[in-house]
């Protein structure tokens, strides 16, 4: 049988109907969160992988949740998810008129001008014209991903450099500043407090240098995640099967094992 979206609507409303599903009809805005997120996290998993068929199901659970949420709202009368579709609709028209309408677009970054433009002019975005630019930096973003969207913003009203190497000489100032603070510990002073804000400050630079760079740095983050679990996978699996433990190879064997394993996933990854 082939369904619909309306259909995927309808399953929703029947489980949160009185005689549906008990956990469903549980579940408001607050307690979905949770999920919305895990949902969007296996999808990027698997668009990474470049699994198409765990990407279409991942997608499946993503569009679920927004379906969710929107009867969850339709039932305390706040919107429905026609409203959803109509309000994305009319903002995607409104903020595309280079498609739509007769202005002129000739490159990407006359249309990021221009959606700019457009999104200070709506309703939602005068409401807070005058505030912070920080104002629009969301709380509920992962830290990553906030750093990154706080120095975007910053770069916007021109607080950022143009050019690339004065964000590097950044950076490796807040690793010297870091190595500084590393030379005063000793057993009586961790200077624990010191380090942690030396490291953020490390961390923040590495975001801008990601940004200059044009590279998503929390994406950048989790290719190098799987990166390293993928090899340690290899290195794992090498060590079982030669009957030893992980601590009984030592950090030299297990070393050598890891450069074995980066040469076998670049292969694989190479298609060899």
Avoid at 34 to 44: A, G, K, Q, R, T
Avoid at 88 to 93: A, S, V
Wanted: charged letters at 35%.
């Amino acid at each position: 049988m082939n369904y619909s979206f309306k259909d995927l609507i309808d399953i929703m409303a029947r489980l949160r109907a009185p005689d549906g599903c008990p956990w469903d009809k549980q579940q408001d805005t607050r307690s979905l969160l949770p999920y919305l997120v895990e949902e969007s996290s296996e999808f990027i998993d698997a668009a990474q992988d470049g699994d198409k068929e765990h990407m279409c199901e991942e997608l499946g659970d993503v569009l679920l949740q927004v379906v969710f949420h929107a009867q969850v709202c339709k039932e305390q009368g706040d919107f429905t998810i026609d409203d959803v579709v109509q309000g994305i609709c009319e903002k995607m028209i409104r903020r595309h008129p280079h498609v739509f309408g007769d202005a002129k677009a000739d490159t990407a970054a006359d249309v990021s001008r221009r959606w700019e433009r457009i999104k200070a002019s709506e309703k939602n975005n005068l409401k807070t014209a005058g505030c912070s630019v920080m104002d629009k930096v969301s709380r509920s973003m992962p830290t990553l991903a906030r750093a990154q969207d706080i120095i975007r913003r910053a770069g916007k009203v021109g607080f950022n450099w143009d050019a690339s190497e004065p964000v590097f000489e950044k950076a490796q100032e807040e690793f010297n500043e870091f190595r500084a603070e590393m030379q005063v510990v000793t057993p009586e002073n961790k200077n624990a407090d010191r380090l942690e804000d030396e490291f953020g400050d490390i961390m923040f630079s590495l975001v801008n240098v990601a940004l200059q760079c044009g590279i998503n740095a929390n994406t950048a983050l989790q290719r190098a995640n799987s990166k390293f679990e993928k090899r340690f996978r290899i290195v794992e699996s090498r060590v079982k099967s030669e009957g030893k433990e992980m601590r009984d190879v030592g950090l030299e064997g297990l070393q050598k094992l890891w450069k074995e394993a980066k040469a076998e996933a670049k292969q694989k990854a190479n298609g060899k």
